[in-house]
C-alpha cells in the first residue's frame, strides 16, 4: 500500500517569500511516480510536476523547484517568490510504476499575503 | 474548452435516492478515472477505465456504486440509495498511455454532492 503525509496543514507567508511544502512517501514498489497537484479554490486540480523514482536529479521550472530524496523518501516541494495567486490546496501524490491509481497527502494550504 | 468536463458541477438528493454524475474526458484520452475527496483531505481513488473497460476498483466503491464507460468515450459514475457520508466531491480525470507507462491525469473541476 502507498502512504503520503504532508505534516503542515495550513501555511501562510508574505507575497514574494519562499515556500516549501514537505512530502514524505510509503510505497513497498521500488519504481514509482511522485506529483505535485495545485487545487486553487475553484476546485480542478491543476498537474504541476512529475518525478521518476529512478531519477533524483533536482530541478527547477519557473517559480516551482522540488528536492527528491529517495534515501529519505521525500518529495518536497518550493515555491519561490510567492504571489498572490499562489494561494491554494497543494497536493503530493504517488503512484507505483505499473499502477494508474494515485495516492494523494491531506495537502497544504497556501495563503500568500499580499 | 478540450479539458475534461464534468456534469453536474452541483447535486442535491435525498437520502435513499439514487443519482448519477457524467464526466466527458479529453477526447484522445483512452484512460479514465474517479476519485472523491471529502472536506479537508486529498482526492481518493474509486476506479479506473482504459477504454470501455474498467481494470481497477477500489474497496471505497461499495455496491451501491456503479461506473460504466460504454464505447470507451464518456462515463457515469452512479451511487443508488445514497447515504450521508457519500456527500463529497466527486473528481473525474483522464490520461492518455498504454501499459507501464504513466502519463499525467488531468482532472476535471468535480461534481459536488450533498445528500441532505
Known amino acids: 500500500a502507498q502512504k503520503v503525509t504532508q505534516a503542515q496543514t495550513e501555511i501562510s507567508v508574505v507575497e514574494k517569500e519562499d515556500v516549501t511544502l514537505d512530502c514524505v512517501y510509503e510505497?513497498?514498489?521500488?519504481?514509482?511516480?511522485l506529483f505535485w497537484y495545485k487545487q486553487p479554490p475553484s476546485g480542478e486540480l491543476v498537474f504541476l510536476i512529475r518525478?521518476?523514482?529512478?531519477?533524483?536529479q533536482n530541478e527547477i521550472s519557473g517559480r516551482y523547484s522540488w528536492n527528491f530524496q529517495k534515501s529519505t523518501s521525500s518529495f518536497n516541494f518550493t515555491i519561490t517568490a510567492s504571489q498572490v495567486v499562489d494561494s491554494a490546496v497543494y497536493f503530493c501524490?504517488?503512484?507505483?510504476?505499473?499502477?494508474?491509481?494515485?495516492?494523494f497527502g491531506k495537502g497544504n494550504q497556501v495563503v500568500v499575503i499580499p | 474548452d478540450t479539458g475534461v468536463s464534468q456534469n453536474p458541477r452541483h447535486k442535491i438528493t435525498k437520502r435513499g435516492q439514487n443519482v448519477t454524475f457524467r464526466c466527458d474526458p479529453i477526447s484522445e484520452h483512452n484512460r479514465l478515472y474517479w476519485y472523491r475527496q471529502t472536506l479537508g483531505q486529498g482526492p481518493e481513488f474509486l476506479t479506473y477505465f482504459q477504454n470501455e473497460a474498467q481494470l481497477e476498483k477500489s474497496r471505497l466503491l461499495s455496491d451501491r456504486f456503479s461506473a460504466e464507460r460504454p464505447k470507451g468515450s464518456f462515463s457515469t459514475l452512479e451511487i443508488q440509495r445514497t447515504e450521508q457520508g457519500d456527500s463529497a466531491m466527486y473528481l473525474c480525470a483522464s490520461s492518455t498511455g498504454t501499459s507501464g507507462i504513466y502519463n499525467e491525469q488531468f482532472f476535471g473541476p468535480g461534481t459536488r454532492l450533498t445528500v441532505l
Open positions: 510505497t513497498r514498489d521500488t519504481t514509482y511516480y
Open positions: 518525478r521518476n523514482s529512478f531519477d533524483e
Open positions: 501524490a504517488l503512484a507505483p510504476y505499473g499502477n494508474n491509481r494515485l495516492a
